[in-house]
């Protein structure tokens, strides 16, 4: 009989716990959780955007004359790069090695959009068309949403692990399916946005001129009488 009440005893325990943990710990985790996926959407929906507008981008360069193919040639491969890498845009990632990839394809698309930016220097009939500027303007709010959200991304994620992670939702999490989430990893050079603003029409700042200073004339020493 003693032995079953403490059996008895123990199960009602046990059911107390999970019943606080339920209430508690895990409405939580689902909460978090819902979070980074929505951030994430976010962060799909403003790369999605920048991927719409370069069809029209390069479009408009192409009507450029003898305009560098080449640096368009690479932005069209590097969002067909993008377009290989797939993760489901609803649900934040869970692992590390899927999130680089698709982090690296949108880098290698940035440095190529920045770069023929850089090229459409030389074009100043392009430049001044407003086809080219209204699209360079969207671009340029494109890049600075990405950086924002992306932030906004990690920020969440780091919430979410952190919660996770902490006793008692550590003993729970991996049996309710709430793993470990990567962050976007900051790379060198990719700390701001890339420009994509630039003021073309602004010629570079003149150097200081070189200032040599006076050669002063030492008099001769008086003759010895």
Known sequence: MNK??????KA????????????????????????????????QSVYQRRADLIPNLVQTVQGAANFEKSTLTEVVNARASVGQVKLDPTKAPTDAAQLEKFQQAQGQLSNALSRL????ENYPQLRATEGFQNLQAQL????????????????????YNTTIQTFPNNLFNKMFGFPIRPFF???????????????FSSPP??????????????PAPAATP
């Open 12 to 43: 009602v325990a046990l059911m107390a716990i999970a019943f606080g943990f339920t209430a508690c710990g895990y409405n939580r985790m689902v909460s978090l959780d819902q979070n980074v996926n929505k951030k994430w959407a976010d962060v």
């Open 205 to 218: 700042p003149a150097a200081p001129p070189v200032v040599t200073p006076p050669v002063v004339a030492t």
């Open 117 to 120: 930016l850089v090229v459409s």
């Open 4 to 9: 079953f009440v403490l059996t008895f005893g």
């Open 185 to 199: 990893a900051a790379q060198a050079g990719t700390d701001r946005p890339p420009a994509v603003n630039f003021n």
């Open 140 to 159: 340029e709010g494109t890049e600075n949403r990405i950086s924002v959200e992306r932030n906004n991304f990690n920020a969440a994620v780091q919430d």
